[in-house]
Structure formats: structure tokens, C-alpha cells
């Protein structure tokens, strides 16, 4: 087959194309097959115009002169080169939502495949986005769930909300993979004897105030506790919400916070290792169940153990043992307190962190490996061609 990927941005700090779709095209080259990723690099400029290949995908980045229109038309030309069997639309919004509404509307097409690994519309207000244009992007993401030959979805959530819009349509639940690759070493435990609790926040998980009361409960059952957050809020102010409920009711607690921001790829083996254990918090609402947290899978395989809300796929990453899952909706007091008895289980028996490790890696590696995945969405191609 000749397939070609539709790209809704670049290779930066977004993770879908880096972290689900280049892969799942790596291994459908494997397996025999021609793949295509064709890039709006709005995000990552300086890629503009230039192209190349890994491990058999080309990337193709356009140019963006000209804005929205030219871009896309770009884009399109692409479709007449490689002259694809199947083109794959990755997220129905903006330049790929484009390519896919111009593309279906033509008489012979390639068959169209939608990918949705997100609920789009659950971002609006975070993404601050004006009435116009969510609106537009509200039909632009409902319009693609309609218009596809057939959808992947990243998450059980988003497969039940596809079949909602359109009962007939093929859809193949397709949650993001693992690799050998991101396996890594099972660090020192307690960094040093200091009980580090690793959050990676974008503080929309919970609300900043939940969080504060978390971190209160937890810091005053274990007071050497650290909390060390990587990442920084995607809403202005609510870092400091956080801090203010931290400084009024828990200045101790407050204090044995550290800020790290945005951590590079290749700097995240080392804040693993440093990680007694790592938290995973999230509101039962669609914006978290939509999703499929690669960063989870990630921490689980690189040695931390995770505690974390049985939310969406997390729920499912976690299963079988792979992390310590607390109810959705628990209180602030009761994650903490999960998280309290698993750190003490730690602390009682270190050797413990490797067999937790080991669980989750054995279990991740089986249902979750890039080849097993490749060869389901290789069979639903089949089906719709």
C-alpha cells in the first residue's frame, strides 16, 4: 500500500506525530508498505520546505508562505504525487481537517482514514480560543468524524463518542504504543534517601486547588517529601493558584516543591531515576478521558512507580498491576493517601521498585508494542480497501 499521513503540525513539543503516527508508519514500512507524513511545520518553522527520511517514512515539510490557503493547497499537491491508496487524516482540525473536507469532496479519491487522539472541542477554553473560531473548529472536528471512510481512536472514550456521530463507520481503537527504545535503567531509589514525588502537570489534570490539597496531605504524612513538577500551566495563573493555597494552609509543604518547567526528551531518563514514585492525577471529564497519555507509559517504563487516577487510558495503562490505580473522582486525601502507602511499601522493601517495574514493562511491552498495534491498523486498512 501507498499511504500518506496528513499531519496537523510539526515535530515539537506536540507529541502526535513524533509519538504515535511516525511510529506506526515505521512499522507498516516494515512491514512491507509505502508511507508518506506530510507536515504544516507552523510549529516548527525552521523545518519549512525541507524533507527526509527515517527508518523508510519520508517527512515532507511544506513551505508556509502564502498563510492557511496556500499551505494546504501544498499539502494537497503531495496527494498528487504520491498518488496514495490511503491517506490518513491526523486530528480533523485546521490544515489537515482542510486537506480532509477538499479531499472528500473530490469524485476519485484515495479512501480517507480520520486518527482522533483527542477530544478537540474539551480545549477550547484552555486554548483560549474566540467564539468564532471554536465554533468553527467544533464543526471542523465533528464534520471529519462524519466524513471518513473509517477512524482510528486513541482512546475507548473516543471510540464510544465516534460510533455517537457515526454508527456505520469502521472504527479501530488504536491507543498509543511503546518501544524497546524507551525502556530505561531502574534508578537509585529515593534519590539519595529523599522521597522525590514526580508530577508531570500542565496544571488542566485537576483543579490547582485539588492538587494544593493533595500535595498538603501527602507532604504531612511523609514531611521529607519533595515534589519535583515538570512542565508549566497552559492557562495563565494557575501555578500560582496552586502556590497561594500551598503558602496559606502548608507553608512546609510549599517550600518542598521544585520547579523544573519543560523537560527535554533527552533529559527525561535522568529525572526518571530521580523519582521515588510518580503521580498521575486526573478529573473524570471528557478532557482526560479522551486522551492517551504517552507520558504515563513512558514513566512506567522507565522505573518509576506511578500512582495515578483511573481515568480514560490510564485506567488501561495501568491495569493488571502496571500502576497503583485510585478511583476516579477520589478526594485530594484519598490520592495522597495511595500514594502514602505505596511510597512506605517502598521505603519497607526497595527491591519492590523492580517488581513493580518489571510488571509493567512485561505488561506494556505485550499488549502495547508498536508492531502488534501496526499490524491491527495494517488489517483495517485491508478492510476499507
Same mark, same amino acid.
Not at 177 to 190: F, H, L, P, R
Not at 365 to 377: G, H, M, T
Given at each position: ?7 496537523p503540525?510539526?515535530l515539537?513539543?506536540?507529541?502526535s ?8 508508519a ?18 516548527t ?30 499539502m ?35 479512501r ?46 473516543l471510540?464510544?463518542?465516534v460510533?455517537?456521530y ?14 524497546k ?7 537509585d ?6 522521597t522525590r ?16 490539597a493533595c500535595?498538603?496531605?501527602l507532604h504531612?504524612?511523609?514531611?521529607? *517529601?519533595r515534589?519535583?513538577?515538570? $512542565? @508549566? &500551566? ?5 501555578? /500560582?493558584?496552586? +502556590?497561594?493555597?500551598? #503558602?496559606?494552609?502548608?507553608p ?10 519543560f ?19 486526573a ?6 478521558e ?23 487510558e490510564? *485506567?488501561?495503562?495501568?491495569a493488571? $498491576? @502496571? &500502576? ?5 473522582? /477520589?478526594?485530594? +486525601?484519598?490520592?495522597? #493517601? ?21 510488571q ?19 488489517a483495517?486498512y485491508?478492510r476499507?480497501l
Amino acid at each position: 500500500m501507498k499511504l500518506l499521513y496528513m499531519a496537523p503540525f510539526g515535530l515539537g513539543k506536540k507529541t502526535s506525530i513524533w509519538a504515535r503516527t511516525l511510529p506506526l508508519a515505521r512499522e507498516l514500512v516494515a512491514r512491507g508498505h509505502q508511507a508518506t507524513i506530510v507536515i504544516p511545520p507552523w510549529d516548527t518553522p525552521e523545518d519549512a520546505g525541507h524533507a527526509w527520511e527515517e527508518d523508510g517514512v519520508t517527512l515532507i515539510n511544506v513551505t508556509l508562505g502564502g498563510g492557511v490557503p496556500l499551505t494546504v493547497r501544498r499539502m494537497l499537491a503531495q496527494v498528487e504525487q504520491v498518488q496514495p491508496d490511503l491517506v490518513h487524516i491526523v486530528k480533523p482540525r485546521a490544515h489537515a481537517g482542510l486537506v480532509q473536507w477538499r479531499l472528500w469532496k473530490r469524485r476519485n479519491r484515495p479512501r480517507l482514514v480520520l486518527d482522533v487522539d483527542d477530544w478537540e472541542q474539551a480545549w477550547d477554553d484552555i486554548n483560549d480560543y474566540g467564539r468564532v473560531t471554536a465554533r468553527f473548529l467544533a464543526w471542523q472536528e465533528e464534520w471529519g468524524i462524519r466524513h471518513a471512510d473509517g477512524v482510528t481512536a486513541a482512546s475507548r472514550w473516543l471510540e464510544a463518542r465516534v460510533k455517537t456521530y457515526t454508527p456505520e463507520t469502521p472504527v479501530l481503537y488504536l491507543p498509543n504504543g511503546v518501544t524497546k527504545e524507551e525502556i530505561g535503567e531502574i534508578g537509585d531509589w529515593g534519590g539519595g534517601g529523599e522521597t522525590r514525588v514526580l508530577l508531570f502537570s500542565r496544571f488542566v489534570e485537576v483543579e490547582p486547588d485539588w492538587l494544593a490539597a493533595c500535595w498538603f496531605s501527602l507532604h504531612e504524612k511523609i514531611p521529607n *517529601a519533595r515534589l519535583i513538577v515538570a $512542565g @508549566a &500551566a497552559l492557562i495563565q495563573g494557575r501555578e /500560582a493558584i496552586f +502556590q497561594q493555597a500551598m #503558602a496559606e494552609h502548608a507553608p512546609d509543604a510549599a517550600r518542598a516543591v521544585e520547579w523544573r518547567g519543560f523537560v527535554p526528551r533527552d533529559q527525561l531518563p535522568a529525572l526518571y531515576r530521580e523519582a521515588t514514585v510518580a503521580i498521575f492525577p486526573a478529573a473524570p471529564v471528557p478532557l482526560q478521558e479522551a486522551k492517551c497519555s504517552v507520558r504515563l507509559a513512558t514513566t512506567l517504563l522507565h522505573g518509576a512507580p506511578v500512582v495515578a487516577s483511573a481515568v480514560g487510558e490510564q *485506567a488501561h495503562y495501568g491495569a493488571e $498491576g @502496571a &500502576a497503583t490505580l485510585v478511583p476516579p473522582g /477520589a478526594s485530594p +486525601q484519598a490520592f495522597a #493517601a495511595a500514594t502514602t502507602q505505596l511510597i512506605r511499601r517502598l521505603q519497607a522493601d526497595p527491591s519492590l521498585r523492580t517488581v513493580i517495574t518489571t510488571q509493567a514493562r512485561d505488561r506494556l511491552a505485550r499488549v502495547y508494542n508498536w508492531p502488534r498495534l501496526a499490524a491491527q491498523l495494517e488489517a483495517f486498512y485491508d478492510r476499507l480497501l
